[in-house]
Structures are given as C-alpha cells and as structure tokens.
C-alpha cells in the first residue's frame, strides 16, 4: 500500500508545475515534455525520495538509541549545522561565483562539514555514550548554531538583498536538486543506510535498555556514538542540498510504530524510509498547487502535515515509550 501511494505521489509529481503535463504526456511524452520531466521534474521527485527517506530513518534511529520519542536530527544539532555550513558555503561563493563561476560547489560541500562537524562537538561535549548527556549537549549546540545563522542571515542579506537562496534554505526547498545532487546524495546515504539496517537488531536491544544491550554483547556508549554518526551522515547528505525540512524524521518513525503496532527496527526502518519519501514527495506536490502561481515552501507544508498528527499522539499517548 505504501508503495503504490508512492509511486502515485512520483506521477502526481512528474505532472504539477508551472507546465501542466497530463499523465498521457508523462507516459509517453513528447520532446518538450521530456526535456521538462528529465532534466527538472524526475531528479527533483528522486531527491525528494532520498531526503525523505533519509530524514525519516535519522529520525527512527535517533528514537531508539536515545529512547525518546521527540529525538530527530534537529535535536542533535545536526541539521542546524548543516543549514550554517549552507550559510557559510553561500558566502563564500558570493566571492567565488565572481571569479571562477563554480559556488554551487561551495553550499553542499559546507553544508556537509558544518552537520557532521555539529555532530563531533556534540559527541565532544557529551559523556561517552550517555543518551541525556548527547540530548542536552546537542540542544546547546543546535541552539547556538541557529543563532549564528540569524546573525550570518542577516549580514548576508544586507549583501545580497534580491537574492532568494537564503531564504530558500531557511524555509526549505526541493527546487535546486538534478542529477548530480541526486547522485552525490545517493552515494552519501546508501552505505549508512545498510549498516542500520544490519544493525536494526541491536538498536532493539539498546531501545530496550542499556543492561539488555551489554548482556547480549553490545557496548552502549560505542554504539550509541557510531548511530549517531550514520544519522548524522543521512541528516548532512539531505539537508546541505535543501535547507531545513521540519517535521519528516519525528513524525513518520511514530506513523509506521501506530501502523505496525510494533517498535521493531528491522520492519519499521525500512517502512518508515518509504513513508518518509511518500511524505516529502506529497508535500512537494502540495507546494505547487496550494497557492497558484507561487512555491509554498516545504518546510510549511511538513509543519502543516506533522503538528496535528503530533498532538494527535500526545492526547492519545500511543507513541514510543509507552504502547509500544
């Protein structure tokens, strides 16, 4: 089911934009047609896919290894410090883009050492594998980061005010992904990706309790910190090509949890990529048609899709930690 309600959301995708194409059009289409779905509309749809998919098992990992229903990447200041790397990447292609023409260059790669960077001082500042610990030094830092971005914002605007990619990457946005950012995504995330789901058993174990963990032969703090790291990596390959997405890794791991009626990671990994991608994938869509001839940034649409189902699991308190 979730399948087929993905592949319904990549068509729905392939045919809204600022050139309707109808489904004939997508299923067989012309020259121009092709240009418009090859070159903009399939990549942007694949990132979308990755991202969400990304986000979404940041977000399942983080809730296990820190047996907290509201840990995702934003807590761990990781996303935060990817959106700071963007920040600092886009400056410096302002002088960049003058010389040599090549500053797209510099936001992505930024955007991935500012996140795992935030990650290795949030691990720095945090006893060894303590879970409380790496929550609060990760709320510091994620505090701190976003305070540097308004203040670097800020400049940055006062530089470059007609330019619309700062604010692009506050709010979120899909409309910069193609081939290459798709390809460079995919070869972040897949190997972290494998070894999570290698390793869904053991993040059972450690959900469970740290005693659990060590009497079956697993090292807590260690594998506490490498989790960490994977999430880390999936947060920085999506997050430094679009801005923050809010809302997909917190939500969905909890969709997937109501849906099983189980917590285990070895089904609700993979489901919960496949939903997380389902998730973004409609809110690019939504994005496009909620106000005509105007993109609603992504970030408004998750907050509108996951604030309700979060207080829907705060009333009913059917979420990680209590029914599960």
């Known amino acids: 089911m979730l399948l087929l309600f993905l592949f319904v959301l990549v068509l729905l995708n392939l045919m809204i934009g600022s050139v309707y194409i109808p489904l004939s059009g997508v299923l067989y289409p012309t020259e121009i047609y092709r240009e418009i ?178 009497s079956s032969g697993v090292d807590p703090g260690r594998f506490r910190l490498l989790m960490l790291v994977m999430s880390g990596v999936l947060t920085a390959a999506a997050l430094s090509f679009t801005g923050i997405i809010g809302f997909v890794g917190l939500i969905t791991p909890h969709i997937i949890r109501l849906m099983l009626r189980s917590a285990n990671n070895a089904a609700v990994i993979p489901l919960a990529a496949v939903l997380g991608a389902s998730i973004l994938l409609l809110a690019n869509f939504l994005s496009k048609v909620l106000i005509p001839e105007t993109t609603v940034p992504i970030t408004a649409i998750t907050s509108i899709l996951g604030v309700p189902m979060l207080m829907y699991l705060i009333k009913k308190g059917d979420y990680f930690g209590r029914s599960y």
Do not use: C, H
């Open 37 to 214: 779905i090859y070159i903009i509309r399939l990549p942007e749809a694949v990132g979308a896919i990755i991202v969400g998919a990304d986000l979404a098992i940041a977000g399942a990992v983080m809730q296990s290894v820190f047996r907290n229903p509201l840990a995702e990447p934003y807590v761990t200041g990781t996303a935060s410090g990817a959106v700071f790397g963007v920040l600092v990447g886009f400056s410096i292609g302002v002088f960049a883009r003058s010389l040599f023409g090549f500053a797209l260059i510099f936001e992505p790669a930024f955007g991935f050492i500012g996140a795992m960077a935030a990650t290795a001082l949030v691990i720095i500042f945090s006893r060894r594998g303590d879970w409380l610990s790496l929550i609060l030094a990760g709320i510091a830092i994620s505090i701190l980061l976003s305070a540097f971005v308004m203040l670097l914002d800020s400049y940055l605007l006062t530089k470059t005010p007609s330019s619309l990619s700062i604010l692009l990457l506050l709010f979120g946005t899909l409309s910069g992904l193609n081939v290459s950012t798709d390809i460079i995504m995919t070869l972040l995330t897949v190997p972290p990706i494998i070894y999570i789901l290698y390793s869904s058993k053991k993040l059972n174990l450690i959900m469970i309790s740290d005693e659990v963990a060590q």
